[in-house]
T-cell receptor
Framework: EAEVAQSPRYKITEKSQAVAFWCDPISGHATLYWYRQILGQGPELLVQFQDESVVDDSQLPKDRFSAERLKGVDSTLKIQPAELGDSAMYLC????????????FGEGSRLTVL | AQSVAQPEDQVNVAEGNPLTVKCTYSVSGNPYLFWYVQYPNRGLQFLLKYITGDNLVKGSYGFEAEFNKSQTSFHLKKPSALVSDSALYFCAVRGLGGATNKLIFGTGTLLAVQP
């Protein structure tokens, strides 16, 4: 069964350092999402891509976060510099149809900032 | 603005008993509602969705959800709980954010099924 691949699964870093997460969606899924899930809360959308274009990054802290999906396939989410409050699970998801609501999630990348 | 509320942080149920996980929503227009499940240290998995039609929606692993427009609710149910159902359950509504129609998730309900 096709899955959304994410790496690394776990990342520990010190504040002010740079960190990057990678996601490879299910083949053929044009829509890719990055969510942040803080412990005890529901996932919050950071950025949504349709192919290589950003269609929603309204909740992305653009002073320190960036995301790209250059060829419309895999994607990278970067944080520079990391802050203590960035400690969270970063979830990547993809869907075949934009707006369908049926998302396929990866296992996530858990970030701890010390 | 669209929102969902999950009033219970945790639901405890004995194995074999029926379970209900509650969700209420607020949305402009017709709601598109979803349930997802998250096992420890894993990503979310889609369970079921309501778009239109029959108010009782059946999904994966024997779960179902009942849409009630007058009560603005979309409760998740299962006739007989299994220990393996223990997980974190999220209700979500599809927001109307321009081209994105992004999902807005509730805070989650931890389901604990005791043997």
């Amino acid at each position: 069964e096709a899955e959304v691949a994410q790496s690394p699964r776990y990342k520990i870093t010190e504040k002010s350092q740079a960190v990057a997460f990678w996601c490879d969606p299910i083949s053929g899924h044009a829509t890719l999402y990055w969510y942040r899930q803080i412990l005890g809360q529901g996932p919050e959308l950071l950025v949504q891509f349709q192919d290589e274009s950003v269609v929603d990054d309204s909740q992305l802290p653009k002073d320190r976060f960036s995301a790209e999906r250059l060829k419309g396939v895999d994607s990278t989410l970067k944080i520079q510099p990391a802050e203590l409050g960035d400690s969270a699970m970063y979830l990547c998801a993809s869907s075949f149809l934009q707006g369908s609501g049926e998302l396929f999630f990866g296992e996530g990348s858990r970030l701890t900032v010390l | 603005a669209q929102s969902v509320a999950q009033p219970e942080d945790q639901v405890n149920v004995a194995e074999g008993n029926p379970l209900t996980v509650k969700c209420t929503y607020s949305v402009s227009g017709n709601p598109y509602l979803f349930w997802y499940v998250q096992y420890p240290n894993r990503g979310l998995q889609f369970l079921l969705k309501y778009i239109t039609g029959d108010n009782l929606v059946k999904g994966s692993y024997g779960f179902e959800a009942e849409f009630n427009k007058s009560q603005t609710s979309f409760h998740l149910k299962k006739p007989s709980a299994l220990v393996s159902d223990s997980a974190l359950y999220f209700c979500a509504v599809r927001g109307l954010g321009g081209a994105t129609n992004k999902l807005i998730f509730g805070t989650g309900t931890l389901l604990a099924v005791q043997p």
